[in-house]
């Protein structure tokens, strides 16, 4: 049963150093407010898992919490590379950072397979690329029924999942409407999870078509933290500022200027002022 907490407390009771924690939301929905909460906490030895890492994983990445990496595609949407990223991977600053790359394909399919407490995924995947050559975690298996050569990967069960969504209701179910990506997914393969949410409602409207309800018994921890994906967006609340994106690359290029800005606007907040930016967009 999902447990009402504040962030700082969620982050505090489920996430340790050394963990595997996935912050998943794809284009919509990514939990920015909960990243910036574990900056705060400064957990170390992260191996952070996401299909998409862009700005909150170069943050971050940038200020330390990461050992290691999966995921299937990094960089700014629309804008260019992570610089924070790119800088521990070629000069291990703040640290070295191992790395294990995938296709989308084959991360969703991961996470199915947690999902499922199966220990792989099988698909049609990785064929006429060579990235499987670089990741010794990709292997081939025969089909017993037909003999088609066919892509396995380990299943993804992160130690804990983190997502941002629109509506948690009294008992505890989440609703999440719009794009969604691999949330459900990661929860459900995860051993624990944290919610942070636009809002806290009496009970969740009829859902529409595109739209996820997890039950209670699903989620560890719930955090009522509105704005809380932003610079991303959330359907219905606020927009994606497309701006804040364009801005991170200048920003993030420079150590000097990525830690001046981390002290300003994560180190010295708190996740109250994720509220403006709702209010803002509203």
């Known amino acids: 049963m999902a447990n009402f907490l504040s962030l700082s407390a969620a982050i505090e009771d489920n996430v340790r150093d050394g963990d595997s924690v996935a912050l998943e939301g794809f284009t919509h929905l990514i939990p920015f407010a909960a990243g910036h909460e574990l900056i705060r906490q400064r957990r170390r030895d992260l191996h952070l898992i996401r299909m998409t890492p862009d700005l909150i994983y170069d943050q971050m990445i940038g200020m330390g919490l990461a050992a290691r990496m999966t995921f299937s595609w990094g960089g700014?949407?629309?804008v260019g590379s992570l610089h924070r990223f790119r800088d521990a991977?070629?000069?291990?600053w703040p640290g070295p950072l191992a790395l294990t790359e995938h296709s989308h394909s084959a991360m969703a399919?991961?996470?199915d397979a947690g999902?499922?407490?199966?220990?792989f995924?099988?698909?049609r995947g990785y064929r006429g690329v060579d990235l499987d050559k670089h990741n010794g975690a990709v292997k081939t298996i025969r089909c017993p029924f037909t003999g088609e050569e066919?892509?396995?990967?380990?299943?993804?069960?992160p130690d804990v999942a983190i997502i941002h969504a629109l509506r948690a209701d009294r008992q505890g179910n989440v609703l999440?409407?719009?794009?969604?990506?691999v949330q459900k997914q990661a929860v459900l393969a995860a051993k624990r999870s944290i919610v942070t949410v636009e809002e806290i409602v009496e009970e969740l409207n009829p859902p529409s078509p595109n739209s996820v309800v997890l039950p209670?018994?699903?989620v560890g921890a719930i955090a009522h933290v509105p704005g809380g994906a932003y610079p991303s967006y959330a359907h219905g609340y606020y927009p994606r500022d497309n701006g804040a994106y364009k801005a991170w690359d200048a920003i993030a290029r420079d150590r000097d200027s990525f830690l001046a800005w981390m002290k300003d606007h994560v180190l010295a907040k708190s996740p109250e002022d994720f509220a403006r930016h709702q209010r803002k967009a509203a």
């Open 76 to 78: 700014n949407p629309g």
């Open 89 to 92: 991977v070629e000069n291990d």
């Open 109 to 111: 399919h991961a996470y």
């Open 115 to 119: 999902a499922a407490n199966i220990p």
């Open 121 to 123: 995924a099988v698909f």
């Open 150 to 157: 066919l892509a396995a990967v380990p299943a993804l069960r």
């Open 176 to 181: 999440i409407e719009g794009i969604v990506g």
């Open 216 to 218: 209670s018994w699903t």
